[in-house]
Every structure is written in C-alpha cells, then in structure tokens.
C-alpha cells in the first residue's frame, strides 16, 4: 500500500450511530481526492458499540486505522493521539458527527498545495447547536481572546488541516491539559482559513456536556494567559483601597452601623481572598499535572498499523 499522503484522524466517543456513515462519506470523499490516505479512528473509551463497528470497518478496509484507549481521556487527547500515529505529509482533524462536513477537505487540501501549512475550518453559521451552545461559544471566543496572549482565530474549532511539520511540532509540545487550536496558534506557521456552515449532529447527542465545556475553557484560559492570575492581585488592590475610603468615610461622618457595614467588609474580603485561592489554585492544579508527567493517554490497542505496538 501506498504512504498516505492524507491522514485523517477522527475522534469518538460513543457515535455508533454514526460510524458508519462518517466512514462512507470520509471515504467518498478522500477517494475523490486522488490521494493515498489513511483514517484514523481514535476510539475515546466509548460504552457504546462504536469499537465492533469500528473493528468491523477496519476488517473491510485496510485504509482504516484504529487505536483503542484504555479509556475516556477526552476530545483533545484522542486527536492527539491521532496525530501521534499519523504517516501522512497532512493530517486532518475531523469530529465523528458530519458537524464538520467532509466535502470541505479538498478545498483543505488545495490550500496545503499552494503552501499553506495551517488550514483551519472557520464556521459561518451553526445551525446544529441550540442557541445555549451559540450563545456561550461566541462569548467564550472573544473572551478567550481578550484574555489570552496569542491570538486564536474566533469561531474554529478543531475542524483543520496541519501540514506534517506543525503536526511534529505540537506533538513536541508536551501538555497534559492540552488545547490543541491554542497550541497551533501558539506554534504560529503560515495559516489560512476555509469557511463552512455547521450542520447539525448528523445523529447521536453532543458529547460535550457543560462539565467538560467549562473545564476545556479553563484549559484555553489557563494555557495562554496569566491575565486571571493577574486579575486576582487586582481585585486585592481594589479591596485595600475600597477599604481605606470606608475607613475615611467613617472617620469622617462615623454615623452608619458599625456592626452590620463590619460584617459586609468582613464578608466581602473573605470572599475575595476565595476567589483569589481559587484563581492559584488552577494554575497549582495544571503545574501538579505537567510535574506529575503521567502518560498523556494510554491505548489498549491498535488495528492496521505497519508496527503493531
Ligand atoms: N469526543 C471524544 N471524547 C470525548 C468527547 C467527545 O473523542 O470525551 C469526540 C466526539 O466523538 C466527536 C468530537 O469529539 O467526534 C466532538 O464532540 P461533540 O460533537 O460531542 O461536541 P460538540 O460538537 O457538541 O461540541
Ligand atoms: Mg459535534
């Protein structure tokens, strides 16, 4: 068999109901482009039956690799575990769900051609997702940017085309709490976008419930900037003055109820002091993890590879 030229990694985690037809259309697709590619199926721990169905696949059609997790590591871990077993010159990343629609790698792919060495899917419209998830998405873009260093490009997700030597690059980059759009960004290389509308789930529910939404934004934030840390010296600062203006007010004027404005100062500092422990304690959680240096994911498995590990 040929080198693939395309690797085409595609995350999953519980989409047996659409396997399948993720598999057909991603085949129509990469069989139009002329090229040699591979699929590579990232099994995310699901419960469901998307490993038969995925093992299956890979019986029918040796183009299709899988890797098998020990568990659920996450969205980002899976992708980068795709990259990881990844051969091909480009590698692109794909959601199971035809949220991001195939038809758009060509157009991918012309751009890598003429030189591009990062292609990022930037989404018009969303019409799939309930007005929450719009809602909170475009929010937590521009907020994401106002607060962070590196400038990401609003509205992607991880929907793209990296060349070979981005895909090394952030495979060298070795963080546990990983946001892969950011570490791309980060890595800088020549990018370009191509723009889609995002379709609905093709089947199935989303698999990022708010839980895992909140803590991939505080993985984006925490990342890239110091700015909450900063925030919280900040907000200490403002307290400390607000403070010493009461103080005169009272010295001043000395007529309000000492006992209940006590009570308020008293409350609104320790909730201060709170959030600012809260705010260290995120960065001291991430610094745990990357001192830590556990293994980013583990794999029970592979299917298809030349070196069976
Ligand atoms: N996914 C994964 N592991 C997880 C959660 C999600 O591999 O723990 C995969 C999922 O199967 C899908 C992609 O990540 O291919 C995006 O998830 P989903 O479509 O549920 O997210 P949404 O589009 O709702 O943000
Ligand atoms: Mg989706």
């Not at 950011?182 to 089947?203: D, N, Q, T």
């Not at 698999?207 to 505080?218: C, E, H, I, T, W």
């Not at 007010?249 to 209940?260: E, H, K, M, R, T």
């Amino acid at each position: 068999m040929n080198k693939p030229v395309i690797s085409v990694v595609v995350p999953m985690y519980n989409e047996e109901e659409v396997i399948d037809v993720t598999y057909e259309k991603l085949t129509a697709v990469m069989e139009g482009t002329g090229l040699p590619y591979e699929l590579i199926f990232v099994n995310d721990g699901s419960r469901d039956a998307t490993l038969p169905k995925a093992l299956d696949i890979c019986g029918r059609d040796a183009r299709v690799k899988l890797i098998d997790f020990a568990r659920n590591f996450g969205h980002q871990l899976a992708i980068t575990a795709g990259m990881d077993h990844s051969s091909g010159d480009a590698v692109v990343v794909i959601d199971a769900d035809l949220q991001d629609p195939p038809e758009v790698i060509p157009e991918m792919i012309a751009k890598w051609q003429e030189g591009y060495e990062v292609v990022y899917g930037k989404r018009l419209k969303r019409e799939g997702d309930s007005a929450f998830k719009k809602a909170t998405a475009k929010v937590f873009y521009r907020f994401l940017n106002s607060m962070t260093d590196v400038s990401i490009p609003v509205d992607t997700g991880d929907f793209r085309l990296i060349d070979r030597k981005v895909c090394d690059a952030l495979l060298d980059v070795p963080e546990h709490n990983r946001y892969i759009r950011g570490i791309v960004s980060w890595l800088g290389y020549k990018s370009c976008p191509v723009e889609f509308e995002r379709h609905k789930r093709y089947a199935g529910t989303t698999k990022y419930p708010l839980k895992k939404m909140l803590r991939f934004a505080s993985d984006a934030i925490m990342s890239f900037s110091y700015k909450p840390l900063k925030l919280a010296t900040f907000l200490g600062c403002l307290t400390m003055a607000a403070a010493i203006i009461v103080l005169i007010f009272y010295a001043i004027f000395g007529a309000l109820n000492p006992v209940s404005s006590l009570l308020i100062a008293l409350m609104f500092v320790a909730g201060l002091v709170l959030l600012c422990l809260g705010i260290v304690g995120e960065y001291i959680a991430r610094i745990c993890d990357e001192v830590r240096d556990r293994p980013l994911y583990l794999v029970r498995g592979t299917v298809n590879f030349p070196e069976e590990e």
